[in-house]
């Protein structure tokens, strides 16, 4: 069986033919991987990743995708901000959300500017320059997965950032949290449109027959929902489902994973009734990984539970194999988990906890 057929199987719970390994390294530890392997140009293919990541042309943060999207270059934002919000260099998503360099200290990270976070009308809101994605030509996917595919390898389309991050992204989170406490049709018309944005773009992914969609959105805080379930169940899964309805329609077997940081356990039985099949990263500094799997391991399959909060980057090598071990016991034969750190590992994980983490997937089923 290839990589991909046995990750796939692994997500379906129809067994675990081999523990995968997989990660997102930030610059600077890219640049470490270099150092440590000089003669290796990509540490997914060292690491023996199962699967490789295709963009979403409509994720905010994928400023290199904007031509894949006419008409986004040359729009005048500034119109939208004040000068006196910038005192660094600024960039411009396809969204209009402005992103400003931070201290070295800050390394990738970046300050959101929200273009419509002084929007007062529906019209306002309207006459927004919103991305068209009916106009791009989605064919280059048709290769991208092709070449994937031809590897043994799994497709995921990391779509994340999919409706809520979006949205407040552009209007500013205080801004359509009060819009949503308050019913208004700013957030109703916002949220509907990038939504079917969202849709366009799952039917292209799903079309194209990627493996696992990549759907997200951060509602959880460290140990509270970021909205309660009430205004999650109004405001998101009916959004979040026509999105994965969109894409089931045309190829039902697409695999959905969804990501939301934080405290989400009251929400995971929505999630499954929204049609998502895998929850990542469930955070462990938030979530127990053994409770969740008890409760819901036989309807919803796991990526993540190796915490980068704490763990990774200040853990010792022992921890982080006894954590990996203990998470793929809970799982056990039947699979149902993607054993792997919960977000981007930053600057200060050392090295030698990355390599202790791939030891442990690659000898817990010897």
Request: net charge negative; charged share 30%.
């Amino acid at each position: 069986m290839t990589k991909s057929e046995k990750l796939l199987k692994l997500y379906r719970r129809e067994g675990t033919l081999e523990v995968p390994v997989g990660m997102h390294f930030c610059p600077s530890l890219e640049e470490e991987f270099a150092r440590q392997y000089p003669n290796e140009e990509s540490y997914l293919d060292y690491f023996g990743a199962p699967y490789r990541i295709i963009y979403d042309p409509g994720f905010p943060w994928n400023f290199d995708a904007k031509w894949r999207v006419p008409g986004r270059d040359g729009i005048d934002w500034m119109k939208y901000y004040c000068e006196d919000e910038f005192q660094r260099d600024k960039k411009f998503d396809l969204w209009g959300t402005a992103h400003e360099d931070g201290s070295e200290a800050a390394k990738h990270m970046t300050q959101m500017h929200h273009p419509l976070k002084n929007a007062r009308t529906l019209e306002d809101i309207q006459d927004y320059p919103w991305p068209d994605f009916t106009t791009v030509d989605f064919s280059y996917l048709d290769g991208e997965v092709r070449e994937i595919h031809d590897k043994g390898l799994a497709v995921f389309v990391w779509a994340e950032c999919t409706i809520w991050e979006t949205a407040w992204y552009i209007r500013g989170m205080d801004n359509i949290m009060m819009d949503m406490a308050m019913e208004d049709e700013k957030a109703i018309w916002m949220l509907d449109t990038i939504t079917e944005k969202a849709c366009q773009r799952a039917r292209a992914f799903a079309k194209a027959g990627v493996d696992i969609l990549g759907l997200g959105d951060d509602v959880g805080m460290q140990e509270a929902l970021m909205v309660s379930q009430e205004m999650y169940r109004q405001w998101f899964k009916p959004r979040l489902a026509k999105v994965i309805a969109a894409a089931k329609e045309i190829k039902p077997d697409i695999l959905i994973s969804y990501h939301s940081c934080g405290y989400v356990t009251p929400l995971i039985g929505d999630f499954i009734e929204a049609g998502v099949d895998i929850l990542n990263p469930v955070q462990p500094e938030c979530m127990d990984f053994k409770e969740v799997f008890a409760e819901y391991g036989g309807r919803i399959s796991f990526n993540g539970t190796i915490g980068t909060q704490q763990l990774m980057p200040h853990g010792t090598p022992e921890e982080v194999k006894a954590e990996v071990r203990r998470n793929l016991e809970i799982a056990g034969e039947q699979g149902g988990l993607f054993c792997c750190p919960t977000h981007m590992l930053e600057p200060e994980v050392p090295w030698e906890n990355i390599e202790a983490y791939v030891q442990a997937c690659r000898e817990f089923l010897k």
